[in-house]
């Protein structure tokens, strides 16, 4: 199994960085993790035909993460994709159908089957693919409560079945801890740097996980205690560096 990270930056848009979004391949299938703004061009540049994808999922709907989606769609449709296309979504899947209509996206017209999908069937159609809800979005139950708003604050990590180990994808997270048993024996994490507190990055050197990439930016917390990312331990996310497992 491997990983490429397309996209590795915050939220905040950067020169030097894309936007959130990860290719995983096993065994003949390939599925992407996130779709950040831009992220076809990156499949483009990775020389990823409209066809290879099986699988699409995203995370959560913060549009680091999901604004990449209409043009991926749009890129599969006008190249006359014919695979079907396995969309997983964290929430409210009628939503997306419906900003695809805004967009007079009609999946009627697509050459290939679109089946949309709720995050929580996963593993009924891809038995080496594993999520867990995280606790990313909490912080606005106030405000969904205060506007009688649909938001369920659904957001995921993804762990994936590799035939030598397992690799979790966190995506954003508050604490490293709502994951803590998910990542439980794991070869490999790619792991939000840039929200939780640095002390959530730093216990995890005492996990016993072989690689801990760390993406999404480096929070302010962490950047203090920067001396303290044990290269033995910690190592940067890099954009389309080949991640084994
Ligand atoms: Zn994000």
């Not at 014919?82 to 967009?103: A, Q, W």
Request: net charge negative.
């Amino acid at each position: 199994m491997e990983a490429i990270i397309l996209g590795s930056g915050s939220g905040v848009p950067q020169t030097d960085r894309h936007l959130s979004s990860i290719l995983i391949r096993k065994e003949g299938s390939s599925v992407l993790a996130d779709c950040g703004d831009g992220c076809t061009k990156r499949l483009l540049e990775h020389k990823i035909s409209p066809d290879e994808l099986d699988a699409v999922f995203i995370t959560h709907y913060h549009p680091d993460h999901v604004s990449g989606l209409f043009m991926l769609l749009q890129w599969q449709y006008l190249a006359g994709r014919t695979k079907p296309l396995y969309l997983f979504l964290p929430e409210r899947p009628s939503v997306i159908m419906d900003i695809l209509h805004i967009m007079y996206t009609f999946s009627e017209k697509f050459p290939f089957k679109l089946h949309v999908l709720d995050m929580e069937q996963t593993e009924l159609y891809f038995d080496w693919i594993s999520s867990t809800n995280t606790d990313h979005l909490y912080g606005y139950a106030n405000i969904i409560r205060e506007h009688s708003l649909h938001n369920q604050m659904k957001s995921y990590s993804l762990k994936f079945t590799g035939d030598n180990g397992d690799l979790v994808y966190s995506s954003d997270l508050e604490t490293t801890d709502c994951i803590a048993e998910f990542i439980t024996g794991v070869d490999t994490i790619i792991v939000d740097a840039g929200h939780p507190d640095a002390e959530q990055i730093l216990k995890l050197k005492y996990r016993d996980i072989r690689r801990i990439v760390l993406t999404h930016g480096i929070s302010p917390s962490l950047q203090t205690r920067r001396d303290e990312l044990d290269k033995d331990y910690f190592e940067l996310a890099r954009e389309d560096c080949v991640y084994v497992v």
